[in-house]
């Protein structure tokens, strides 16, 4: 006999991302606040709110999707690039596409290309 399931697996992440966000009075949607939120996770150098990591909108990062060469400058910094570590992730997230974490920022550049104070 099959097993009778109320709702699909679909279903049921899109019913816990509502559940995620939810409006307070003002009508506006706001995230509810993950422990991330509030403390560096254990396996990343990204301060408090710094998640998702961005990506600038330039060259070599508007075809992320479809690119494999990420590390031939983010492993050792040519180019001024943030070296990456992703120190104690599953070895599975290393294969992924690095835009399933990262996310493009339209019309933003290289943090290098920032002067400081900026």
Same mark, same amino acid.
Do not use: H
């Given at each position: 006999?099959k $097993? ?6 679909t279903?049921?992440?899109? /019913?816990i991302?509502? /559940?995620?966000c939810?409006?307070h009075?003002?009508?506006e949607?706001?995230?509810a606040?993950?422990?991330s939120?509030t403390v ?5 150098d990204?301060?408090?709110f710094?998640?998702p990591p961005t990506?600038p909108?330039?060259?070599?990062h @508007?075809?992320?999707?479809? @690119?494999?060469?990420?590390l031939?400058?983010h492993e050792?910094?040519?180019q001024?690039? $943030? #070296?990456v570590?992703h120190?104690g992730? $599953?070895? #599975?997230l290393?294969?992924?596409?690095? @835009?399933s974490?990262h #996310?493009?920022i $339209?019309?933003? #550049?290289?943090r290098?290309m920032?002067p400081e104070g900026?």
């Open positions: 006999m $097993p009778i399931y109320l709702i699909g697996p279903a049921a992440a899109i /019913l991302l509502g /559940l995620a939810q409006t009075g003002s009508g949607a706001e995230m606040p993950l422990e939120d560096e996770a254990a396996f990343t990204f301060a408090a710094a998640f990506l909108d330039d060259d070599s @508007r075809d992320s999707w479809t @690119r494999t060469d990420c031939n400058c050792t910094g040519i001024d690039a $943030p #070296v570590t120190e992730m $599953p070895s #599975v290393l294969t992924a596409k690095c @835009r974490c #996310v493009l $339209p019309g933003s #550049v290289p290098s920032i900026g």
